[in-house]
């Protein structure tokens, strides 16, 4: 157990919907990054919030969002869902902005038909 | 931007022998090459990292080496046991205040045959 939560484990939803992911990172983590990892594309990064603030970003679609909480979760916002958004979303925590050690979570197997 | 290819995407060992997975990266300004394994459905697992300013490092039955001239890092796995079986990552990174986004490569399936 790496101490990174996300919920929820899976989520199956049909497309044109929008959905929420959410990120617990390590107690005192302040750096947030999320992963897609689809069986075509590997894994790829997608965006990393520090102490709030948006830091670094990957190929994230414009029909994603993120945000990173006061109290340090995290929430990855996917809209106008398509069948190739189909994936796993890690999220992955480290100590602060330049720390390179990341601890990855569980993931959430999302599922679009 | 940073791109990482690694090789083989398959490799089947005999239990006991040892496994060699090998990856080069393009950004000559990354400092940062962790290995992840990632069994079925799970999350991928640190197993070990290297830092630009060192050339070797060991741990146990895993070793991973680093070439910044020739730009390529591998991983070295000894006695390989079944449990050994996975897929494994290796990623690149240049940790700095812009950030520390992890560049993976493509993974290893490690089959290890009892």
């Known amino acids: 157990d790496s101490g990174v939560t996300q919920t929820p484990k899976h989520l199956i939803t049909a497309t044109g919907q929008r959905v929420t992911l959410r990120c617990s990172p390590r107690?005192?983590?302040?750096?947030v990054y999320w992963y897609q990892q689809s069986l075509d594309q590997g894994l790829q990064f997608l965006i990393q919030?520090?102490?709030?603030?948006?830091?670094a970003k990957g190929n994230i679609l414009e029909r994603f969002s993120a945000q990173q909480f006061p109290d340090l979760h995290s929430e990855l916002n996917l809209s106008s869902l398509e069948l190739g958004d189909s994936a796993l979303y890690f999220c992955a925590s480290s100590v602060d902005l330049q720390a390179d050690t990341q601890y990855f979570g569980p993931g959430t197997r999302l599922t679009v038909l | 931007g940073e791109n990482v290819e690694q090789h083989p995407s398959t490799l089947s060992v005999q239990e006991g022998d040892s496994a060699v997975i090998k990856c080069t990266y393009s950004d000559s300004a990354s400092n940062y090459f962790p290995w992840y394994k990632q069994e079925l459905g799970k999350r991928p697992q640190l197993i070990i990292d290297i830092r630009s300013n060192v050339g070797e490092k060991k741990d146990q039955r895993i070793a991973v080496t680093l070439n910044k001239t020739a730009k390529h890092f591998s991983l070295h796995i000894t006695e390989t046991q079944p449990e050994d079986s996975a897929v494994y990552f290796c990623?690149?990174?240049?940790?700095?205040?812009?950030?520390?986004?992890?560049?993976f490569g493509g993974g290893t399936r490690l089959m290890v045959k009892p």
């Open positions: 919030y520090y102490n709030g603030e948006e830091r």
């Open positions: 107690s005192g983590d302040l750096s």
């Open positions: 990623a690149a990174s240049r940790a700095n205040n812009a950030g520390n986004m992890l560049t």
